[in-house]
T-cell receptor
Framework: DGGITQSPKYLFRKEGQNVTLSCEQN?????MYWYRQDPGQGLRLIYY???????QKGDIAEGYSVSREKKESFPLTVTSAQKNPTAFYLC??????????????FGQGTRLTVV | AQSVTQLDSQVPVFEEAPVELRCNYS??????LFWYVQYPNQGLQLLLK??????LVKGINGFEAEFNKSQTSFHLRKPSVHISDTAEYFC??????????FGSGTKLNVKP
């Protein structure tokens, strides 16, 4: 089945450590996104990528980094510079590539907790 | 700035009653509108979408929404809710070829 796979589902990190969240899609989509979700704040865009080897900052990019070396993969690194990283992280994709964005498809999310 | 406003953060309703979840968006020439549902600790699932054509859009699980250009609204409705509809609902907008903008969400709590 086509879809988006995020791993791991739960992740614990010690303060001061970097951690990388995985996102893989087999939908052949050009565009991929990372959102952060906190209670009562909806989804806030961290980074997005419209095409391989290119990405742009979203509204809350500070303390995060991404790469887009392959079309199907868009990993997110939460660095030690992110002051409040505990949250639910969602990865999404859409057809992109200059085509009309008819829908965003979401993964099941990764819950990151700083201990 | 482009934005989406969901006016109600929580909506309590009794089972089998009708419900409306409100959504307003920033106006633009071309706008594409979506409603997503999220169950606890899961990703978002598309309920319905408006891209063009009829302003009344029907989706999954008996939900429907109406695109109102003059009021820049896209309210979600269901004539009779079930306990299983308890979830958080997100309205989203796309202006064509770029990113999606999401509202802050509305938690629907269906009571027996």
């Amino acid at each position: 089945d086509g879809g988006i796979t995020q791993s791991p589902k739960y992740l614990f990190r010690k303060e001061g450590q970097n951690v990388t969240l995985s996102c893989e899609q087999n939908l052949n989509h050009d565009a991929m996104y990372w959102y952060r979700q906190d209670p009562g704040q909806g989804l806030r865009l961290i980074y997005y990528s419209q095409i391989v080897n290119d990405f742009q900052k979203g509204d809350i990019a500070e303390g995060y980094s991404v790469s887009r070396e392959k079309k199907e993969s868009f990993p997110l690194t939460v660095t030690s510079a992110q002051k409040n990283p505990t949250a639910f992280y969602l990865c999404a994709s859409s057809i992109g590539g200059g085509s009309l964005n008819t829908e965003a498809f979401f993964g099941q999310g990764t819950r990151l907790t700083v201990v | 700035a482009q934005s989406v406003t969901q006016l109600d953060s929580q909506v309590p309703v009794f089972e089998e009653a009708p419900v409306e979840l409100r959504c307003n968006y920033s106006s633009s020439v071309s706008v594409y509108l979506f409603w997503y549902v999220q169950y606890p600790n899961q990703g978002l699932q598309l309920l319905l979408k408006y891209l063009s054509g009829s302003t009344l859009v029907k989706g999954i699980n008996g939900f429907e929404a109406e695109f109102n250009k003059s009021q820049t609204s896209f309210h979600l409705r269901k004539p009779s809710v079930h306990i299983s509809d308890t979830a958080e609902y997100f309205c989203a907008v796309s202006y064509g070829f770029n990113k999606f903008y999401f509202g802050s969400g509305t938690k629907l709590n269906v009571k027996p």
